[in-house]
């Protein structure tokens, strides 16, 4: 029996893992949970797995929580805590911590586990060669879980060599959009994503395809990939979530229904499958679209990829950016269009610099975070 951590667990992730980990009790055994404040859901899954290891990164969610908490559970509280749990001895661990805050849990955890499934765009977008040469040094690991990802390491995890791989977009709530019409959408239009249910930060980037930069850099780190083998095209019925190709032009594509307990599934199991009754129904007829991906359109992708190719902390500022802008849009005080110019404005203006060490990574990110802030708050 496998002994598994849970890092996120009361998100969409972790929520999915859980539903996944319900079914297989005679194969994985839940040792840890940890939610940063939503101690209501957490209380729950407590009840209903039994983990010895708890954390809660809040410090009072955690104080509340203590009260509550059965006296069998050790309890992890705040930051010190998350440190802590982090370094808890596993067979396999989700991380499912969103942002850049995955990154030092995830780095301390990969010395204690045998196996990441990882969810996390941004721990591989700004420090993926810290992550896997950690990985490389403890032999450790990391399947992905993000569904694009996970089903390139599918279609690529056989060995064999192709010429060319593409990525699938839905192209988010907005694609049918105007440039103009953007200019005025609402929050819940940006929300209604047409087959995924998502955070509602994924959900944005989906709709600026800033997401799909990330994958693109997630395709270059785990499979080393050169961005201009990696191709991107619209797929609005989000089924086929990768194709590969030969150098005959042979295509083989993964195709399962939106649904991420399919990817978690895979990343618990591998190298085994799991019996999953969730799956495509050749009993109705559909059919699938590919539509050319419109660049002009969407210029945060183009903009991911450039910073990308130029190794240095420009996707560490970015990304925090980005994270900043959309949380600003989602409290009303922005326009949607407003994301793509604190965007630009950043990319202008951040300072290029290597970067040499993790801490490198949290100090840029905290100035571009402060920097998008400032320039914020004179479109407000």
């Known amino acids: 029996m496998k002994k598994v951590l849970v890092f996120g667990s009361t998100g969409s992730i972790g929520k999915n893992s859980l539903d996944c980990l319900r079914k297989s ?16 859901v957490l209380m729950s899954q407590v009840k209903e797995f039994s983990p010895r290891y708890v954390c809660v990164v809040d410090e009072k969610s955690a104080k509340d ?6 006296r069998g559970v050790t309890l992890f ?4 805590g998350l440190k802590e749990f982090s370094q808890l001895s596993s067979d396999i661990s989700v991380m499912g911590i969103s942002g ?10 990969i010395r204690r586990t045998k196996r990441v499934a990882l969810a996390n765009k941004e721990t591989i977008v700004c420090g993926g060669s810290f992550v896997f040469s950690q990985a490389r040094k403890y032999k450790t690991e990391i399947l992905p879980v993000d569904s694009e990802i996970n ?3 599918q279609l690529l995890g056989s060995g064999k060599r192709f010429e060319r791989v593409y990525l699938t977009a839905s192209g988010g709530a907005l694609f049918d959009y105007t440039p103009k019409a953007l200019e005025g959408v609402s929050v819940k239009d940006v929300l209604k994503h047409p087959t995924w249910d998502m955070g509602a930060r994924i959900t944005i980037d989906s709709a600026t395809l800033l997401n799909k930069g990330f994958e693109a850099i997630e395709a270059h780190n785990f499979f080393n990939l050169k961005f201009d083998d990696i191709g991107i095209v619209i797929h609005r019925e989000s089924k ?23 990817p ?12 999953n009754r969730i799956g495509i129904d050749f009993s109705k007829a559909f059919s699938f679209t590919f539509l050319p991906l ?17 190794e240095d902390n420009s996707l560490v500022c970015l990304n925090a950016c980005d994270e900043k802008a959309v949380d600003y849009f989602l409290k009303k005080k922005i326009k949607f269009t407003d994301i793509y110019k604190a965007m630009d404005y950043m990319y202008g203006h951040y300072l290029s610099k290597k970067l040499s060490s993790v801490g490198d990574i949290f100090y840029w990110n905290n100035w571009a975070s402060k920097k998008t802030e400032e320039y914020l708050k004179t479109l407000c």
């Open 240 to 262: 086929i979530h990768a194709l590969a190709q030969f150098q005959d032009k042979t295509i083989l594509a993964c195709m399962y229904p939106a649904d991420m307990r399919i």
């Open 77 to 80: 509280k705040g930051k010190e």
């Open 100 to 109: 850049i805050s995955a990154l030092e849990p995830l780095l301390a955890n």
């Open 264 to 275: 978690i599934a895979f990343a618990l199991y591998y190298p085994r499958r799991c019996l």
């Open 294 to 310: 419109p660049r002009k359109r969407f210029p945060l992708l183009e903009m991911i990829i450039d910073a990308a190719k130029k």
């Open 25 to 40: 009790r005679e194969d994985f055994k839940v040792i840890g949970l940890c939610a940063y404040s939503n101690t209501r």
């Open 65 to 70: 929580f203590e009260s509550a908490c059965d």
């Open 151 to 153: 089903a390139l390491y």
